[in-house]
């Protein structure tokens, strides 16, 4: 069984649904992401971003190369890992204190009560411990969802489109929030986006993807510091990072006009 926390090596890995003459999903592909570091994949619909995460994350395998963390294989689903989806997947049944323990109960795992308080003073929805799902807002929603996803201390949390269905301002507010919990939580994340802003402001590198298959076009280190505030996206530097990631998508027929 693959343990987490240390680097993810992914290694001369392709991806083909529907055997030899179906479809590849990704290109083969070579990387690295070190331990405890913010990686940001970028890049349109369809470029393999999802199947790049399931890949790493053991929900699917490989169709060739091999995937380590920690120098283990990954041969199944990753035990030691949070993932938070588009959709935060709440069970509309249980009161918030309730969804974000649901992992200690899959996982027999007692005593979490206070961490679980911790995790949503920390995401700012502790007044709402005791609320349900369709009492909250969908940034607050996606709060909650984090908080589950944390509560047993996983060393890699996966992130997959979490913000795309939020309004600009909410969406600006849980970057910075993500940022924060990158600081206190030791934590490798993974963050899966359509938008080039938010990619780059969330990482430590972002990982520039496009093509069918897909293929990685560029790897691109972000020299900012973390925790962020929302003043360095108007640096020229940022601008610069942007912009190369731009010209990527435009040489690959994305962007047009």
């Known amino acids: 069984m693959a343990m987490a926390g240390g680097a993810i090596r992914l290694d001369g890995i392709e991806k083909t649904y529907g055997g030899a003459n179906g479809v590849r999903a990704i290109a083969t592909l ?31 395998m490989p169709t060739q190369g091999s995937i380590s963390i920690g120098g283990a294989p990954v041969v199944g689903p990753v035990p030691d890992i949070g993932i938070v989806f ?11 204190m309730g969804n974000v323990l649901l992992p200690a109960e899959i996982k027999r795992m007692a005593g979490l009560e206070a961490r679980a308080g911790e995790l949503l003073r920390e995401l700012d929805v502790a007044g709402f411990a005791e609320a ?4 909250l807002s969908g940034g607050m929603r996606q709060r909650v969802a984090i ?27 849980m970057n910075v929030l993500l940022q924060r ?13 359509h938008s080039i802003p938010e990619a780059i ?12 298959p897909g293929a990685i076009l560029d790897d691109i280190p972000v020299p900012f510091d973390r925790p962020r505030r929302l003043a360095v996206r108007e640096t020229p530097e940022f601008t610069a990072i942007g912009r190369r990631i731009r010209e990527h998508f435009e040489k690959a027929g994305v962007l047009v006009g």
């Open 30 to 60: 070579t990387v690295e992401l070190r331990g405890g570091e913010a990686v940001s994949v970028v890049g349109p619909s369809g470029c393999g971003k999802s199947t790049l995460m399931r890949l790493i994350a053991g929900l699917d």
């Open 86 to 96: 588009q959709r935060d997947l709440l069970l509309e049944w249980r009161s918030v």
């Open 132 to 135: 349900y799902p369709w009492q």
């Open 147 to 173: 908080a589950r996803a944390l509560l047993t201390r996983p060393s890699l949390l996966f992130l997959d489109e979490p913000f795309s269905a939020l309004d600009a301002l909410t969406r600006d507010q």
């Open 181 to 193: 919990l990158q600081t206190t939580q030791d934590v490798t994340t993974l963050l899966i986006t």
């Open 201 to 212: 402001f969330c990482a430590d590198r972002v990982l520039v993807m496009s093509g069918r």
